[in-house]
Every structure is written in structure tokens, then in C-alpha cells.
Nanobody, 115 residues
Framework: QVQLVESGGGLVQPGGSLTLSCTII?????????THWYRQAPGKQRDLVAF?????TRNYADSVKGRFTIARDMRNVNLQMNSLKPEDTGVYYC??????????WGQGTQVTVSS
């Protein structure tokens, strides 16, 4: 019933900005305790980029700190990306953890940073 639908990916020039959106669909009684954004470059492992803890604290990987901002409400998890670099290229995945510790994943959205 619960699905995460991502949008906002695309091609952007270095130094540009992009906003990724993740919308939680279904599950009228759904409750989450943590939300995350991951990215995976071709041939590499999936790495954690940003997340919001159960207490609301926002955390970022060192590589994106100061450039990315994660925000959430009851139905959306957004990732604002500024000053993008070529090394930010990859498939970005939204993840939401429910109160019963079940992880839900978005379908992934491609972000390509290139001139």
C-alpha cells in the first residue's frame, strides 16, 4: 500500500541546483521515524547522503554538507541540492523507515551533473 514516488531528477550544469521530491502515497495511518536520501554511482555501492533522525535532527555526508538540505513533512521528503558537482552524479533513492522498522524505497531518480 505504501509507495514512495520520486521526481525532480535530470541534467544540470556544475554549480547549478536541483530539487528532488519524494512523495509518500497510500497508507493513511502510516507513520515514519526516519527518512533518508541515498545515491549510487554506476558500479559503486549505495551511499547515504542525507537523513533526518527520529528526533528531527538533520545529518549530511561530508561530501554534501553545506550544499544539500533535506526536509520532510508527513507526506514528502525533499532534497534541495545546490552548487552541484560532477561527483554528485548518480541515482538518488528516497528511503522512509516506519515506526515498525519497515523500510520503504523510492524507484530512484537519475541526477547527472555535466556541462
Amino acid at each position: 500500500q505504501v509507495q514512495l514516488v520520486e521526481s525532480g531528477g535530470g541534467l544540470v550544469q556544475p554549480g547549478g541546483s536541483l530539487t528532488l521530491s519524494c512523495t509518500i502515497i497510500g497508507g493513511s495511518s502510516f507513520r515514519f521515524v526516519a527518512t533518508h536520501w541515498y545515491r549510487q554511482a554506476p558500479g559503486k555501492q549505495r551511499d547515504l547522503v542525507a537523513f533526518v533522525n527520529s528526533d528531527g535532527t538533520r545529518n549530511y555526508a561530508d561530501s554534501v554538507k553545506g550544499r544539500f538540505t533535506i526536509a520532510r513533512d508527513m507526506r514528502n521528503v525533499n532534497l534541495q541540492m545546490n552548487s552541484l558537482k560532477p561527483e554528485d552524479t548518480g541515482v538518488y533513492y528516497c528511503n522512509v523507515r516506519s515506526v515498525d522498522n519497515v523500510d520503504y524505497w523510492g524507484q530512484g531518480t537519475q541526477v547527472t551533473v555535466s556541462s
